[in-house]
């Protein structure tokens, strides 16, 4: 009975360190799509003096932006909405950073789901881009935040869907 117990318990932390439903290498897993730790790191690294925050700061707000790019694709997929690279250098000229991002090989994979995200998102009604979101299977790993279907993001404010931050009232 001991040994269950402690079999369980060892079970429970690995399953806790790792993020439960990702590999330990895992940053997220959006419908059977990994996306890695080490892509993840690349991309903050090339990304960090870009926008002028540090690479571990950004990560979060990166593993966001890949989640949403891989859903965006799947959206696209079922919608029948064209995702090609006319369209995604379109993105880039109008956003020099996206540019820049996609002129690195560690970058260019998180340009082309941020492009991608934008295309998609261009196409269709927020609602419907956000009823799409809530049907696929995200699995990311706790270190970067809590993923909440409803947002289409994460629930801590690590990125651009997170919730807004609480406005002061008066009282008159």
């Given at each position: 009975?001991?040994?269950?117990?402690?079999?369980?318990a060892?079970?429970?932390?690995?399953?806790?360190?790792?993020?439960?439903?990702?590999?330990?290498?895992?940053?997220?897993?959006?419908?059977?799509?990994?996306?890695?730790?080490?892509?993840?790191?690349?991309?903050?690294?090339?990304?960090?003096?870009?926008v002028?925050?540090?690479?571990?700061d950004?990560t979060p707000?990166?593993?966001?932006?890949e989640?949403?790019?891989?859903?965006?694709?799947?959206?696209?997929?079922a919608?029948?909405?064209?995702?090609?690279?006319v369209?995604?250098?379109?993105?880039f000229?109008?956003?020099?950073?996206?540019?820049?991002?996609?002129?690195?090989?560690?970058?260019?994979?998180?340009?082309?789901?941020?492009?991608?995200?934008?295309?998609?998102?261009?196409?269709?009604?927020?609602?419907?881009?956000a009823?799409?979101?809530?049907?696929?299977?995200?699995?990311?790993?706790?270190?970067?935040?809590?993923?909440?279907?409803?947002?289409?993001?994460?629930?801590?404010a690590?990125?651009?869907?997170?919730?807004?931050?609480?406005?002061?009232?008066?009282?008159?």
């Amino acid at each position: 009975m001991k040994t269950a117990r402690c079999a369980v318990a060892a079970v429970s932390a690995v399953l806790a360190l790792t993020g439960c439903a990702t590999s330990a290498g895992d940053a997220a897993v959006v419908d059977g799509v990994p996306l890695s730790i080490s892509d993840v790191s690349a991309a903050a690294k090339v990304a960090s003096p870009l926008v002028g925050q540090s690479a571990n700061d950004l990560t979060p707000t990166i593993v966001q932006a890949e989640i949403q790019g891989v859903i965006a694709q799947k959206i696209a997929a079922a919608q029948k909405i064209e995702l090609s690279d006319v369209a995604r250098a379109e993105v880039f000229k109008s956003n020099g950073v996206l540019a820049d991002l996609a002129a690195t090989a560690d970058g260019k994979q998180l340009a082309v789901r941020l492009a991608d995200t934008a295309i998609v998102a261009g196409k269709l009604d927020p609602g419907v881009f956000a009823e799409q979101c809530s049907t696929m299977s995200v699995a990311a790993n706790p270190r970067y935040g809590v993923w909440s279907k409803e947002l289409c993001g994460f629930e801590s404010a690590v990125g651009s869907l997170s919730k807004p931050a609480p406005t002061p009232t008066t009282k008159g």
